[in-house]
């Protein structure tokens, strides 16, 4: 599981600033991955072979009672709960506080690894100024500047140093068991779906070591296919079946996606697209999943409200449309049969192998058929192309000029590739690399 940072400090020492250095959020809708909880931002992030969750807080006063204050204080007690690790950030353009003092004495409670970030420090590494945070009795304070991107490397090195390397699964799961995960706001119904899924006869649950029965883990067999529910957010087993808990974990969820071949995204067809799918389905986007969406509930609407339904979706969750759409009833145990073929569908997509020559004469003929726009003096040549990953599978086309290919038509070529290998439910990547 990826270690989760919590960046906690008073208001206005740098934090933004410094999760957006941690997270390189290439992504806008990550960035924007507040709405789930209103004062808390979510983001991935990765050095070197280290992935890890980064949770920005707003600002901090441990001691307040009252108004937004306090819900902010509320929202950073959460996210230290949920971290593995603390940043405390103070500014050293202002020097210590009182408040920070105060953030130290909460923090020494929480029994954390804390690591002080002074912040504000760029060009001041040797300064005396930075010797007085010693005082918070934090360890060694580690100047950086989250502005200019200095000390942040040294910093991270000794926040990750204690976790180990995120193992990467880059050739699916060699054992064949496709790990699932199923996400999705609370009360969609995954808990109802998962344990009519438990309870098919078809479905046959086996032994699989390091899987504990208490663990919300569960392997079973379907269609001859091995997959591992992999411990998913919001739920918990009691006994035989599962039942939802009432707190809903970004951090589980996001971890649960990180640690998935494959993710059900699951919707409720009584509730539309609510910002909450929003944000999930973009946070599966960005984490570059094999993803299948089940709109759950389906026997609870009428066609006026199914029609709505489908425009929601097309508008909202555009940004998914590889992905294969279901409609389903868990509680009445319709469309559940498709599902299956789908989800291993889309796992296959993930990890097909595509070749240099098949590649390379599928970009001939597509340029073929139409070629790129010429851009300024020179028109994009396409010369050749190659896999560069899977999972997702990434395609990268090798030639001159390619800057100039317009994003329409890079839309063109993941469309022929995409037919040509019969993709779907996974994201396909295509980068261009240019000669000099
Ligand atoms: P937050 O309220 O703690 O999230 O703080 P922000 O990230 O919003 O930053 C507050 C202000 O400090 C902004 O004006 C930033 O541009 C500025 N700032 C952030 N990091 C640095 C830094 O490393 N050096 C300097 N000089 N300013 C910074
Ligand atoms: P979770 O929080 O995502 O695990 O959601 P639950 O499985 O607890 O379901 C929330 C509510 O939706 C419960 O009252 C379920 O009975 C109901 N529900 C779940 N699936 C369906 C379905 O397919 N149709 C209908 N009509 N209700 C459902």
Do not use: C
Request: charged share 25%; net charge neutral.
């Amino acid at each position: 599981m990826k270690p989760v940072i919590a960046l906690v400090g008073r208001p206005n020492v740098g934090k933004s600033t410094l999760f957006n250095r941690l997270t390189k959020s290439r992504d806008a809708i990550v960035a924007d991955f507040s709405g789930l909880t209103r004062d808390r931002h979510y983001g991935d992030g990765r050095l070197g072979d280290h992935e890890y969750i980064v949770i920005d807080t707003g600002g901090f006063e441990p001691d307040s009672t009252t108004g937004i204050v306090k819900e902010m204080a509320k929202q950073t007690r959460q996210a230290v709960a949920e971290a593995d690790a603390v940043v405390f950030v103070v500014d050293v353009r202002l020097g210590l506080s009182a408040q920070d003092q105060d953030i130290a004495r909460f923090l020494r409670q929480a029994n954390k690894r804390v690591h002080l970030a002074v912040n504000k420090a760029e060009g001041m590494s040797e300064s005396p100024l930075l010797a007085e945070f010693h005082e918070l009795g934090m360890g060694e304070p580690h100047p950086i500047s989250a502005a200019h991107g200095q000390g942040i490397r040294s910093l991270l090195d000794a926040v990750l140093e204690p976790f180990d390397a995120t193992e990467r699964d880059e050739d699916g799961a060699e054992d064949g068991v496709i790990r699932l995960a199923v996400a999705g706001r609370p009360n969609v119904g995954k808990s109802t779906l998962i344990n009519t899924w438990l309870g098919e006869e078809r479905l046959i649950a086996f032994d699989m070591p390091g899987t504990t029965r208490d663990a919300i883990s569960v392997p079973f067999e379907r269609n001859g296919q091995k997959f591992q529910l992999i411990d998913t957010a919001g739920l918990r087993r009691k006994g035989k079946v599962f039942e939802a808990i009432e707190k809903f974990s970004v951090v589980k969820t996001l971890q649960a996606i990180a640690d998935a071949h494959v993710v059900l995204l699951l919707l409720d067809a009584t509730q539309g697209v609510t910002d909450q799918d929003a944000h999930i389905a973009g946070y599966v986007l960005d984490s570059g999943r094999a993803v299948v969406i089940a709109v759950n509930k389906w026997d609870a609407v009428d066609s006026y409200q199914r029609e709505q339904l489908e425009r929601s979706i097309e508008h909202r969750l555009a940004f998914l449309k590889f992905a294969p759409l279901h409609h389903i009833s868990a509680l009445k145990r319709q469309g559940l049969g498709k599902l299956w073929d789908s989800m291993a569908d889309a796992y296959a997509s993930a990890y097909r192998k595509m070749t240099t020559p098949v590649l390379t004469r599928l970009v001939h003929e597509a340029v073929e058929h139409q070629q790129p726009k010429r851009a300024g003096l020179s028109r994009p040549k396409l010369r050749y192309a190659h896999q560069g990953g899977q999972n997702p599978p990434i395609v990268v086309i090798h030639g001159n000029a390619l800057e100039g290919v317009t994003e329409a038509y890079r839309r063109y070529l993941e469309g022929r590739i995409r037919a040509h290998y019969k993709l779907v439910g996974t994201p396909l990547k295509i980068e261009f690399k240019s000669q000099a």
